[in-house]
């Protein structure tokens, strides 16, 4: 027994030795980026980086300057900070950059799914057929009467106009959202009552999962918490399984028909509950978190309320029944467009990653040349390079409801940096092969719900004095921020409608 402990003790102690001896025996080489390993072995930056990436990032940057290379958790990730040298990297014409490598392995681990190779394509191919055009505009239909059946909801009980409610905006946003986007998508039974219900069930699940989600990532959940995801994990694939779908009788075409490839495939049916679990996750986990921001952005700015009710008020006419309105409307709303990209701007923080295959130059927009090595990953944070870039966008960290609008009220699209007209002034939707090919639902569904809330509701902060509060620094990089802490609203639906 004692010879056996100290030879596993001792195997264990040569491979931590050989992972800590690879990682100090890196070394820069010519025409490769600057490299920073960090003082720790093998851990290298992981410490700083996790617990607020945007000012590790920052720091980096003012030492590096606009590419360099850091080691995380025995991972060599290369940032490129210079938005006028993305080009290459989004649309990487040799197709050496590989973003499916990251993926399979992320979505593995996370939702239990294995992917198959034709994935990808599927996903995006579906998403145009039913997430763009005319399958667009039916789901948004779908999407506002679900949002007018969860609204209309408190607590179970239906809203009584011209009452005052008190909840917590971050929530109630959340929660809406969340609500109305599932049920949309994952489709209804023959009763209603009960569907809501049950989307409340999932709500409650899915915020567990959602606060442990940054850590779960990067492996640093307690033993309890393991135990904790394993359960989430558990619950969301029996709720979410292809069996209780049977019941349904609206599940959207977009998931219908992602679900029959799978079964085309030969894909288990338990492999599909973990699809569904994915998809629920991809839908549903910043619509709610971007829709917090818009609103309290709104809540905190008069002007720009002013200029989203009076647009409301032009473009939906006299008009009022209750929650009654021609969803065309939506191309309509160049303030309110503005208002969402500017949200967007100030919210959305994705961090877009691709495997080197083989290794390859990359030129940048000075003109110098850099050696990317094979096995790294290139990595883009936006928020700080593109959105919080005073160059491009001036006093970044302000909330300009108009940022986005022309003096003629059209849609602002011309952005520039150090003189260069630049294409990706704003990236909430990554890009290039990995962009969110539910960008145009989400858009419209956020737009939806601010519409009918700024419409249909008086709203106001319970202590008006109150800040907007910081964005919670531990899920920089994971998609829409969220803050540190909620603030307490009043709603109430008007009488008049
Ligand atoms: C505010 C709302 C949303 C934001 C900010 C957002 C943002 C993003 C970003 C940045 C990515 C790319 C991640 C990467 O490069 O790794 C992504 C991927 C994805 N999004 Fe969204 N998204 C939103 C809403 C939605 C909605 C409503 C849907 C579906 C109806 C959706 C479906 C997906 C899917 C399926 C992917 C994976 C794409 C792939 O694997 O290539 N998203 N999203």
Not at 301 to 318: D, I, K, N, T
Request: hydrophobic share 40%; aromatic share 12%; with cysteine.
């Amino acid at each position: 027994m004692v010879l056996w402990s100290t030879a596993l003790g001792a195997l264990l102690l040569a491979i931590v030795g050989y992972v800590c001896l690879m990682g100090l025996l890196r070394q820069r080489r010519p025409q490769e980026p600057p490299l920073d390993k960090g003082s720790v072995p093998w851990l290298g930056h992981a410490v700083a980086f996790r617990k607020n990436m945007f000012e590790f990032l920052k720091h980096m940057k003012a030492k590096h300057g606009d590419i360099f290379t850091v080691q995380l958790g025995g991972q060599y990730f290369t940032f490129v900070m210079d938005p006028l040298s993305f080009g290459p990297i989004l649309k990487d014409a040799q197709r050496k950059l590989d973003f499916t490598e990251y993926a399979r392995k992320l979505v593995m681990k996370v939702f239990g799914y294995q992917s198959l190779d034709g994935d990808h394509q599927m996903l995006h191919s579906a998403s145009t057929k039913f997430l763009m055009g005319q399958g667009l505009e039916e789901l948004n239909q779908v999407m506002l009467d679900s949002l007018s059946l969860v609204m209309r909801d408190s607590k179970g009980q239906k809203l009584e106009a011209g009452c005052w409610y008190e909840d917590d905006i971050f929530h109630f946003c959340y929660k809406i959202l969340f609500k109305a986007g599932y049920l949309s998508l994952f489709g209804y039974t023959k009763d209603k009552e009960q569907d809501l219900l049950q989307a409340d069930k999932l709500f409650k699940q899915f915020r567990k999962f959602d606060l442990l989600f940054p850590r779960f990532v990067y492996s640093l959940l307690g033993p309890r918490e393991w135990l904790e995801v394993g359960r989430l994990q558990r619950f969301f694939h029996k709720m979410l399984s292809v069996e209780e779908g049977l019941e349904k009788d609206s599940i959207s075409n977009w998931i219908a028909h992602m679900l029959q490839y799978l079964r085309e495939q030969g894909v288990a049916g338990a492999m599909q509950d973990k699809f569904n679990f994915m998809m629920l996750w991809a839908s549903q986990g910043n619509t709610g978190p971007a829709s917090f921001w818009a609103l309290i952005f709104l809540l905190k700015h008069p002007e720009a309320m002013r200029a989203v009710r009076e647009e409301a008020a032009q473009v939906l006419g006299e008009k009022r029944k209750p929650f009654d309105l021609d969803v065309s409307v939506l191309r309509h709303l160049p303030v309110l467009d503005s208002v969402m990209e500017e949200t967007l701007r100030l919210g959305a923080s994705p961090t877009l990653l691709r495997v080197v295959h083989g290794d390859q130059m990359i030129k940048m927009a000075s003109g110098k040349e850099y050696l990317l090595r094979s096995g790294d990953t290139v990595a883009l944070f936006p928020y700080l390079s593109v959105h919080m870039d005073p160059d491009i966008h001036p006093e970044p960290t302000a909330f300009k409801y108009d940022r986005f609008l022309n003096p003629n009220g059209t849609r602002k699209v011309d952005f520039y940096k150090a003189g260069k007209k630049i294409h990706h002034y704003t990236m909430p939707w990554g890009s290039g092969v990995s962009i969110c090919p539910g960008r145009f639902l989400a858009l419209n569904e956020m737009k939806l719900f601010i519409l009918l809330m700024t419409t249909h509701f008086d709203l106001e902060l319970v202590d008006p004095d109150t800040p907007i509060p910081a964005v919670d620094p531990y899920r920089w990089g994971f998609g829409t921020a969220q803050p540190t802490h909620d603030v307490r609203f009043r709603y109430r639906l008007r009488l008049s409608e």
